[in-house]
C-alpha cells in the first residue's frame, strides 16, 4: 500500500490501532511498534490523524485504544485524545436523536431501512443514510412539515438514482433517503426486492434502527465503493470483516442475490481486497469461501493509498466491473435499469470536467 507523508504515516497508525488488536490482545511485537510509530508523530500529525480518521469514520474505534498507548509511552496527547473521543461521541449521540423520530414519521408512508451509516457502529457515517418503500411526495411532505426540512439541491445523480437529501435544522449530518432504488443511476431493483423482507431491528446505544441483513450490507458497500467512488475506507473494511467473522453470512445466498445485480465479481474483489489488507497487519486474511477468492479479479496489491483513501483502479479494473453488471442487467431483461446505467460514464466525463472548471461536481455527481 503505497503512500507518502504525514498521511501515509497517519493511516499505518489507525490501520494498526484497528485491526492488529481484533481477535484478542495484539503481540509484545506488534504493541511496541504500534507504540513506537505513535512517538514519531509530530505535532502537525495529530491534526492529520484526526482529519484521516474522521474521514474514514473510525474515530470511536481507534482513538480509545491509540490513547492507551500513548499513555502507556508517557505521551502529552492523552489529552488531546480524550476530547477527541468525546467530540464525537457527542455528535453520534446527537444524530441518533434525530434519526429515531425521523424514522419512525417515516415509517408511517412506508418500510424504512437505516443503512451504511450504522455499519459502522460505534461510529457513525457523515451522513443518515435511508432506503425506504414509501411514496417519494410522501417522504418530501414529511420531512418537510414534521421536521421543518428543506431539500437539497438536487444534482443530476441524485435524480437518476431516486434519492433526496434533507437540511434538518439542528442536525449537522444530512438526510438522504433513497426511494425504491439504489445504485449511482438508480439501476438497482434486483437486490432492494428483498431488503426490506430480509431486515431486522438493531439496538444502537438507547436507539433501536430496522438495518439490512448482512448479505445486503455487504453488496450496498460493495455497491457504494466499488462501482461509485472507486475508494475504500478503512470503516469499509472494518465493517466487512467484522460481517465475515461473524459467520452470520450465507454466501450461497449472497453469490444468488449479488449475481442477479450483476455485482458478484465486484463484490468477491472487494472481500478479497479486505482480506488481503487485514492481513498485512495481522499476519493473516479473512476466512473466505473459495467461491469468493475464484471470483475476485484483483487484490488488495492493485489498491494505492492515495489523496487520503485507498484507491481502486478505474482502468482496466473498475471499468470491466461496470462492464459486467451493465451486461448482466441487458441479459436479464431490464431494458430500462440498463439504460440508467448506461448514463454512468457521460454522467463521471461530466462530473470530472466540472470538477476541473469550478473545484466542485455536486451538480453533477
Keep these: 500500500m503505497k503512500g507518502t507523508g504525514n498521511s501515509s504515516r497517519c493511516i499505518k497508525v489507525l490501520s494498526r490501532a484497528l485491526f492488529e488488536h481484533e481477535g484478542g490482545e495484539a503481540p509484545q511485537f506488534d504493541r511496541r511498534r504500534r507504540a513506537e510509530t505513535i512517538s514519531a508523530l509530530v505535532s502537525d500529525d495529530f491534526s492529520e490523524l484526526w482529519n484521516l480518521a474522521t474521514s474514514h469514520h473510525v474515530i470511536l474505534r481507534t482513538f480509545p485504544r491509540l490513547q492507551r498507548s500513548l499513555g502507556s509511552e508517557g505521551s502529552n496527547r492523552v489529552q488531546w485524545m480524550e476530547q477527541a473521543v468525546a467530540k464525537e461521541q457527542a455528535r453520534v449521540d446527537h444524530a441518533l436523536s434525530f434519526l429515531a423520530p425521523i424514522c419512525q414519521t417515516l415509517g408511517k408512508a412506508g418500510d424504512v431501512v437505516v443503512m451504511k451509516s450504522l455499519d459502522h457502529w460505534p461510529d457513525l457515517g457523515s451522513d443518515l443514510d435511508l432506503y425506504t ?165 484483483f487484490g488488495e496489491e492493485r489498491v494505492r493509498f492515495k489523496r487520503n483513501f485507498l484507491r481502486i483502479p478505474i482502468f482496466p479494473q473498475a471499468a470491466c466491473l461496470y462492464a459486467s453488471e451493465w451486461k448482466r442487467l441487458l441479459l436479464s431483461g431490464e431494458l430500462q435499469n440498463t439504460l440508467r446505467l448506461s448514463l454512468l460514464p457521460g454522467l463521471a466525463t461530466a462530473a470530472a470536467l466540472e470538477l476541473k472548471l469550478t473545484g466542485s461536481d455536486k451538480g453533477i455527481w
Excluded at 428543506?150 to 434538518?168: C, M, P, Q, Y
Excluded at 432504488?181 to 439501476?187: C, K, S, W, Y
Excluded at 445486503?216 to 466487512?240: G, P, V, W
Excluded at 450465507?250 to 450483476?262: F, H, N, P, Q, T
Design 133 to 297: 418503500n414509501a411514496d417519494s411526495g410522501e417522504v418530501v411532505a414529511i420531512m418537510r412539515e414534521r421536521f421543518q426540512s428543506k431539500v437539497a439541491e438536487r444534482s443530476w445523480g441524485d435524480r437518476l438514482a431516486h434519492k433526496w437529501n434533507f437540511i434538518v435544522p439542528g442536525l449537522p449530518e444530512l438526510v438522504e433517503v433513497h426511494v425504491a432504488r439504489l445504485g449511482q443511476t438508480g439501476e438497482q431493483i434486483a437486490i432492494t426486492q428483498s431488503l426490506i423482507a430480509r431486515s431486522s431491528v438493531a439496538d444502537f446505544g438507547f436507539h433501536s434502527f430496522k438495518v439490512p441483513a448482512p448479505e445486503h450490507r455487504m453488496i450496498i458497500s460493495t455497491l457504494q465503493r466499488m462501482y461509485r467512488h472507486f475508494y475504500i475506507r478503512l470503516c469499509d473494511i472494518a465493517d466487512n470483516a467484522r460481517l465475515v467473522e461473524s459467520a452470520a453470512v450465507d454466501y450461497a445466498y449472497l453469490k444468488s442475490l449479488a449475481s442477479s445485480a450483476g455485482l458478484w465479481d465486484g463484490l468477491a474483489t472487494f472481500l478479497v481486497i479486505v482480506s488481503g489488507y487485514i492481513g498485512a497487519y495481522r499476519g493473516t486474511g479473512l476466512d473466505l469461501p473459495e467461491l469468493v477468492t475464484a471470483a475476485a479479479r
